[in-house]
């Protein structure tokens, strides 16, 4: 069953609120304890998510179901730094934090679109909202004359990975977290990439 759903470029700004609840829903196993709690996670997130660099899907009500992002050389679907971080943490609270979330940063590279994440609502999981959010983020990477899309998944997501290979997206690396796999809750990540 498909879900009833149109794709979009960004996010309504309404519904920023949900984008950051969806957003920490699917990210808070790995960015939990470092972006704990949760009140002031939320607070962040919908600071610094930015429709501008979001792929968005969205019911026939306007109600925001799933998004994905990406980053490119002027910005990512989660902007902002230490101003942002320490808005909502305090100095020496963003200070570290900023400086763990810098060991996740990914740079850019030349002929590929980065991807920033991508996540759908409980409610419309396994009805191919991500497959169509996935392709619309190919047909971006086409329009700005990319080669390839990446990506990262990591260990404990494999309902991702799969969802990945489906899509055409092949393994192409892999990094480990050693020592701070305790704090991120993952061991390892590895780079998928699909040419489009």
């Known amino acids: 069953m498909t879900a009833d759903v149109r794709i979009v470029a960004g996010f309504p700004e309404n519904q920023r609120p949900v984008a950051a609840r969806l957003f920490w829903q699917a990210f808070s ?4 304890k470092v972006l ?5 996670a939320l607070c962040l ?5 930015d ?5 968005s899907a969205l019911t026939p009500d306007g109600r925001l179901t799933g998004m994905a992002g990406y980053k490119t050389g002027d910005g990512a679907l989660t902007g902002g730094g230490f101003k942002e971080m320490a808005a909502v943490y305090g100095l020496f609270g963003g200070l570290w934090r900023g400086l763990l979330l810098d060991m996740l940063d990914r740079e850019t590279e030349p002929d590929i679109l980065l991807m920033d994440g991508i996540f759908v609502s409980a409610d419309a999981r396994g009805k191919g909202v991500g497959g169509r959010l996935l392709e619309a983020v190919c047909e971006e990477a086409r329009g700005r004359s990319l080669a390839r899309v990446r990506l990262d998944v990591i260990d404990t997501n494999p309902r991702a990975r799969a969802l ?9 690396g892999e990094e480990t977290t050693g020592i701070f796999k305790g704090l991120f809750g993952f061991s390892s990540a590895t780079r998928m990439e699909r040419r489009v």
């Open 36 to 40: 704990a709690p949760e009140a002031k």
């Open 51 to 55: 429709p501008r660099f979001a792929i």
């Open 45 to 49: 997130l919908e600071r610094i998510l």
């Open 164 to 172: 990945y290979e489906r899509a055409g997206f092949e393994p192409a």
């Open 29 to 32: 196993g790995k960015l939990g």
